[in-house]
């Protein structure tokens, strides 16, 4: 099985190996579409990882405020929390998504010509 991070690192060098191995038009579709998922992959997990980091920061300012008696305060905090983990919740789906359909992509490659 061939490494993805190759495939999204170094795609023409792919290419140039499934070329030599005389593959199909459905292999060199599956480069182009694999190096795509990888990049949405990614970018999805930035997000998710934006995300989540809110709603610890929120957590964390619901605690200081709701000490300090600010209830009104720390409610649209916890709305703007809520709000970040829905979105985190999302986007794993969109990733769990994008790793299967790599998955199968990855498993209808071949190898690399050395």
């Known amino acids: 099985m061939i490494d993805p991070n190759l495939v999204s690192q170094t795609p023409d060098a792919v290419r140039e190996s499934l070329r030599r191995r005389h593959a199909s038009d459905d292999a060199f579709a599956a480069v182009d579409r694999l190096v795509a998922l990888i990049a949405e992959r990614r970018a999805a997990q930035t997000e998710r990882d934006a ?44 990733i769990a998504r994008f790793q299967g359909e790599e998955s199968s992509l990855i498993l209808h490659l071949p190898n690399q010509v050395h």
């Open 51 to 94: 995300n989540l980091a809110i709603r610890n920061k929120r957590s964390q300012e619901i605690g200081g405020l709701m000490k300090a008696g600010r209830r009104d305060e720390a409610e649209t905090l916890k709305a703007e929390g809520r709000q970040a983990t829905e979105r985190a919740a999302e986007l794993e789906a969109e």
